[in-house]
């Protein structure tokens, strides 16, 4: 199977879904007190966000930007969705790292500080980008890529 520019935007939002997964595991492992397995989850969570990441810029580096074709009143919810979404992945990138280089340091103390902050955040940027993405996708915002293929 070969992967096309219009599948793109559903791959990057399997991706998010399935750092979702991860961070809520991560998550759970912490509370258990399995640090082992939290690591583990994190570090997935990690690697699938920088996939998506891979898979989003090449996408937005080939086809520009993407309108949104939705009316009515969930044209300013997916907008308010949107900009928050954008605004906290941008805040999130630089705490992720920091929150990782502090895990792999065993600086565990300053890690849980930040970490209280990135988890939350990054959880929110990870569930809105699949939310936008299903939202583009039912509003027939990607239908016009298919003149791509």
Not at 87 to 111: C, G, Q, S
């Amino acid at each position: 199977m070969i992967i096309t520019i219009t599948d793109l935007p559903q791959l990057n939002a399997v991706l998010n879904s399935i750092a979702t997964i991860f961070l809520f595991a991560g998550f759970i492992f912490i509370k258990k007190r399995n640090i082992q397995a939290h690591m583990r989850m994190m570090w997935s969570a990690f690697i699938m966000s920088a996939l998506f990441l891979i898979s989003y810029v090449i996408f937005h580096y080939q086809v520009g930007s993407v309108g949104y074709d939705g009316t009515g009143w969930i044209r300013p919810v997916y907008f308010a969705i949107l900009i928050s979404h954008i605004i906290l992945a941008i805040v999130n990138l630089p705490m992720i790292l920091l929150t990782m280089y502090r895990a792999v340091r065993k600086d565990f103390e300053r890690h849980k500080k930040i970490a209280r902050w990135t988890w939350p955040v990054w959880m929110y940027v990870s569930v809105t980008g699949v939310i936008v993405y299903l939202m583009m996708e039912f509003s027939g915002s990607y239908d016009k890529l298919y003149y791509l293929q």
